[in-house]
């Protein structure tokens, strides 16, 4: 297991510094350049010029990426050129609102797709399974700004029961929370769905139910758990990227998250910034993919750490 | 000067955002922004309070919240660049001088008067004695001189502020009531940078001293308004200053301002900015575009507040670099196949002006009869002018010359501008001109007018003092300012130096009415249109003014609760 983590770690660091080269790369090849954005059409050449050196943007780009690296190494991330404050600060700053809205979000995913796949397997090919699945077909072809606006038109315009763009407290996190989870859900039921259908035919079910268990426990005992893991490996990679930030729906919502942060950053040009946020986000990636694949073993102890091509291909 | 924010749509039409250079403005009417800077005093909705609320008393307390696209970088104004950092920042100070909104008339404020000597080269303050910073210091002579002299401090790298004092050479304050600004050379539009409570408000030095690195996020004025808190990416919010009794006389309230608080909150989703109008989240929904603002005009619960762009919107920037454009009367030609009355309907439903002239009516030195003399769409004249410069139509029906066929490069970004590139696309095919339409992200359309390798760009400008001319059509800005037309022309220079020396108002005005003229004639650009700014206010806020050249205004508002 401890073996099995630090190899994970390691191929975690490789990937890690291809998105930074990847990031690095992509930031400063779009066009737009920050000194101008920064300092303004007023500009005289002598102040473009002095600021680009300041912030070492003439030196050649490769120059510039080990820099960076090295900094990032000593766990700075460098200074946003618009605000001047620290990076990892700005992030972190944003972090926890986008954690509450992840959270909040993926709890209703979980609660919604993992009722709605486990009753369509079970009441399979019913009016339940049929209706179950156009809402899941449904929600996954409704793009999330469309819903969410249709929701802030119903329950705050109409309606006037929940207020936007408030802040981050409870009533304010109402909507995008369901926005999300409603989104995420459509995956998740899906899946669970097709799991269970399948383990739901298999010899052990039908001994569990000949021996007279009731329903309940042969649903939820013997053949959830079975039907898991590919639903755990989604719902891993769903809040995953649920933590960098969802960035229409946090713009949608006015939710002060990472996401928002993310796109005001890139019309600014903020390389600093940018790159931060896709480091960060990658940290995430890696990291929760890692939770998922120990989570695994949890679930199925014939699938050890380790060995997780075998166990989960 | 009050140069715009500007924004553009980045992801189709989900993301709005906005960039902080000064001045030129990237989307004509973006949801967001600053709108509130730029109108004719004609089209100004009237800053009395409606007749309806008139026999209403103002109320003290409440929160008046203001909804806004663009959150600043940092409100140390010395420090920003951005627009919206001006207009927030507004509100925690106070201006030399004050522009009665109807006459536009100079007037004291915390200067109780002044001279300017004869060669106009002298300013001299008289800087009243009853006004204090929100850190209970007192604003003397000498703390506006200090200010100055950090603006133009280049350590301090001031941007705007920096640029509005460019051409002061020395400032000095001999008493606690005497300031005097040496300046290099007579400037006219100095008094209109001077009436701006934002770029050159008096700051507390010691507050600066105090706070250090912290400054821009906790700044200190002498205004209504004290900061009280940013929550980074939300809102920023000033409580009243109550010991307010230095109110700019352009106001009603003389004294501390009615509501408790002040908040600006940062809403980038256009559709979200209404939605929170429309349920109460905000008071007051700052640049709402032309077809959302319909429905708020006949519904007796808000009002709309709107006025002229302080600038032209859009207009073609010819690059005069390339040989084709080096020919006036192709640079003529295209004036005249571009119906500008038809692309300001189907962009902007209508709710602006059309130009013809560099200026807007809401600029001082626009002239009325630029609508006589200027170029209007008249295909047959169009296509005559490019065969008297020598084009002649080859078998696909294009004008060419030399064997070479006129195919122009157009930039423009996405948005109401997409639109309108696509009309002109359309217009000079119409006369057998084809256009390669080259969308372009803001930043990166400024870069490529920058360098200048293009042959046409969509621009729009914005700023209260027609000396921006002088940014766009000097030759000094053509390697490396806003001349991307690269107009490099003696009387041109000649003129735009006249009117940023020339102190006396009357003659000024004919220098500007001289410029206009020859920049018709010259027809660098095609000038297009100026739009209205809609601003929203919803019950029960009331009495929220509108300065013609300032903008929203506070400082009669109060919430009817």
């Given at each position: 297991m401890k073996q099995y983590i630090l190899q994970r770690?390691?191929?975690?660091?490789?990937?890690?510094?291809?998105?930074?080269?990847?990031?690095?790369?992509?930031?400063?090849?779009?066009?737009?350049?920050?000194?101008?954005?920064?300092?303004?059409?007023?500009?005289?050449?002598?102040?473009?010029?002095?600021?680009?050196?300041?912030?070492?943007?003439?030196?050649?780009?490769?120059?510039?990426?080990?820099?960076?690296?090295?900094?990032?190494?000593?766990?700075?991330?460098?200074?946003?050129?618009?605000?001047?404050?620290?990076?990892?600060?700005?992030?972190?700053?944003?972090?926890?609102?986008?954690?509450?809205?992840?959270?909040?979000?993926?709890?209703?995913?979980?609660?919604?797709?993992?009722?709605?796949?486990?009753?369509?397997?079970?009441?399979?090919?019913?009016?339940?399974?049929?209706?179950?699945?156009?809402?899941?077909?449904?929600?996954?072809s409704v793009p999330s700004f469309w819903l969410g606006i249709l929701l802030i038109m119903l329950f705050t315009v109409k309606l006037g029961w929940l207020p936007i763009a408030g802040g981050t407290g409870f009533r304010d996190l109402i909507l995008p929370a369901v926005t999300l989870g409603v989104l995420a859900s459509t995956v998740i039921s899906r899946l669970t769905r097709a799991g269970m259908v399948e383990v739901l035919s298999f010899d052990y079910i039908r001994t569990a139910r000949a021996k007279g268990l009731g329903e309940g426990a042969v649903l939820f005992i013997h053949a959830f758990r079975n039907a898991m893991i590919p639903v755990v490996t989604i719902i891993g990679l769903q809040i995953a990227s649920l933590l960098g930030g969802t960035v229409i729906i946090e713009r949608v919502f006015d939710w002060p998250g990472l996401g928002s942060l993310a796109i005001s950053s890139i019309a600014s040009r903020d390389f600093p910034l940018v790159q931060g946020i896709i480091l960060f986000i990658g940290v995430i990636f890696v990291l929760v993919n890692m939770l998922v694949d120990i989570v695994y073993s949890l679930i199925d102890p014939r699938i050890e750490v380790g060995q997780t091509k075998e166990g989960t291909s | 000067m009050?140069?715009?924010?500007?924004?553009?749509?980045?992801?189709?039409?989900?993301?709005?955002?906005?960039?902080?250079?000064?001045?030129?403005?990237?989307?004509?009417?973006?949801?967001?922004?600053?709108?509130?800077?730029?109108?004719?005093?004609?089209?100004?909705?009237?800053?009395?309070?409606?007749?309806?609320?008139?026999?209403?008393?103002?109320?003290k307390g409440g929160t008046i919240t203001i909804g806004i696209a663009n959150e600043p970088d940092q409100l140390d104004i010395h420090k920003t660049g951005m627009a919206v950092a001006n207009q927030i920042a507004g509100n925690l100070g106070a201006s030399l001088v004050t522009q009665d909104p109807d006459t536009l008339e100079f007037k004291p404020y915390l200067a109780e008067s002044?001279?300017?000597?004869?060669?106009?080269?002298?300013?001299?303050?008289?800087?009243?004695?009853?006004?204090?910073?929100?850190?209970?210091?007192?604003?003397?002579?000498?703390?506006?001189?200090e200010t100055y002299q950090r603006a133009l401090n280049p350590e301090t790298a001031a941007k705007v502020a920096g640029s509005n004092l460019s051409e002061v050479e020395s400032v000095e304050a001999s008493d606690d009531t005497t300031l005097v600004l040496h300046l290099k050379q007579p400037f006219a539009p100095l008094l209109q940078f001077l009436s701006d409570p934002g770029w050159l408000q008096p700051l507390s030095m010691q507050a600066i001293e105090q706070a250090g690195d912290?400054?821009?996020?906790?700044?200190?004025?002498?205004?209504?308004?004290?900061?009280?808190?940013?929550?980074?990416?939300?809102?920023?919010?000033?409580?009243?200053?109550?010991?307010?009794?230095?109110?700019?006389?352009?106001?009603?309230?003389?004294?501390?301002?009615?509501?408790?608080?002040?908040?600006?909150?940062?809403?980038?989703?256009?559709?979200?900015?209404?939605?929170?109008?429309?349920?109460?989240?905000?008071?007051?929904?700052?640049?709402?575009?032309?077809?959302?603002?319909?429905?708020?005009?006949?519904?007796?619960?808000?009002?709309?507040?709107?006025?002229?762009?302080?600038?032209?919107?859009?207009?073609?920037?010819?690059?005069?670099?390339?040989?084709?454009?080096?020919?006036?009367?192709v640079r003529q030609a295209l004036n005249k196949a571009i119906n500008k009355e038809a692309i300001m309907k189907a962009v902007i439903q209508g709710e602006g002006v059309v130009s013809y002239g560099p200026l807007p009516p809401s600029l001082f030195g626009y002239d009325e009869s630029v609508k006589d003399y200027g170029l209007t769409y008249q295909v047959d004249e169009a296509k005559a002018l490019l065969e008297k410069a020598g084009y002649t139509k080859n078998a696909q029906g294009l004008y060419e010359k030399d064997g070479k066929p006129l195919k122009l490069d157009l930039l423009t970004q996405t948005g109401t501008w997409a639109q309108a590139s696509q009309l002109i696309q359309a217009m000079l095919k119409d006369i057998g001109v084809e256009v390669n339409i080259v969308t372009l992200e803001w930043g990166a359309l400024v870069d490529t007018a920058t360098k200048g390798s293009f042959d046409m760009t969509l621009m729009g400008y914005t700023?209260?003092?027609?000396?921006?001319?002088?940014?766009?059509?000097?030759?000094?800005?053509?390697?490396?300012?806003?001349?991307?037309?690269?107009?490099?022309?003696?009387?041109?220079d000649e003129l735009l130096v006249k009117g940023r020396t020339t102190v006396d108002s009357a003659a000024r005005k004919d220098v500007y009415k001289e410029v206009q003229k020859y920049v018709v004639e010259q027809a660098w650009w095609v000038p297009i249109y100026t739009e209205k700014q809609f601003n929203v206010v919803r019950k029960p806020v009331e009495g929220v003014g509108i300065h013609p050249l300032r903008g929203l205004m506070y400082h009669d508002s109060w919430v009817n609760q």
């Open positions: 770690l390691a191929s975690g660091l490789i990937v890690l510094l291809g998105i930074s080269i990847f990031s690095f790369a992509l930031i400063h090849l779009i066009p737009g350049d920050p000194i101008r954005i920064m300092l303004g059409e007023n500009a005289t050449a002598e102040q473009v010029h002095a600021l680009r050196e300041q912030l070492g943007l003439n030196q050649p780009l490769v120059t510039q990426y080990f820099q960076y690296l090295a900094n990032v190494l000593q766990g700075d991330l460098g200074t946003s050129f618009k605000t001047g404050r620290p990076v990892l600060s700005e992030i972190l700053e944003r972090f926890p609102a986008t954690v509450k809205l992840a959270a909040s979000g993926m709890f209703l995913a979980i609660c919604i797709g993992i009722t709605m796949g486990v009753l369509a397997a079970r009441f399979k090919d019913t009016f339940i399974d049929f209706s179950a699945m156009s809402i899941a077909t449904l929600g996954v | 009050v140069p715009t924010a500007y924004l553009k749509k980045l992801f189709s039409t989900a993301t709005m955002v906005s960039l902080s250079m000064a001045l030129i403005a990237g989307c004509s009417t973006p949801p967001a922004s600053s709108p509130p800077e730029g109108s004719a005093p004609s089209t100004t909705t009237s800053t009395e309070t409606p007749a309806a609320t008139a026999d209403l008393q103002p109320k002044w001279q300017v000597s004869e060669d106009g080269k002298t300013w001299t303050f008289k800087i009243r004695t009853d006004v204090k910073f929100h850190d209970g210091t007192a604003m003397t002579a000498k703390s506006i001189a912290k400054y821009a996020r906790q700044p200190v004025g002498v205004g209504p308004w004290k900061f009280e808190k940013w929550e980074n990416g939300q809102s920023i919010s000033f409580t009243r200053n109550e010991e307010f009794a230095w109110a700019d006389p352009i106001f009603k309230n003389q004294g501390a301002p009615y509501a408790d608080r002040l908040v600006y909150r940062f809403i980038a989703e256009n559709q979200t900015l209404l939605a929170a109008l429309d349920s109460g989240s905000i008071d007051i929904a700052r640049g709402v575009v032309a077809k959302d603002v319909a429905k708020y005009r006949d519904n007796p619960q808000f009002e709309v507040k709107e006025m002229l762009r302080n600038g032209l919107g859009l207009f073609v920037m010819l690059n005069t670099r390339k040989p084709v454009f080096q020919d006036v009367e700023l209260n003092d027609p000396d921006v001319l002088y940014l766009f059509l000097h030759s000094s800005q053509a390697d490396s300012g806003l001349n991307f037309s690269y107009v490099k022309d003696e009387k041109m």
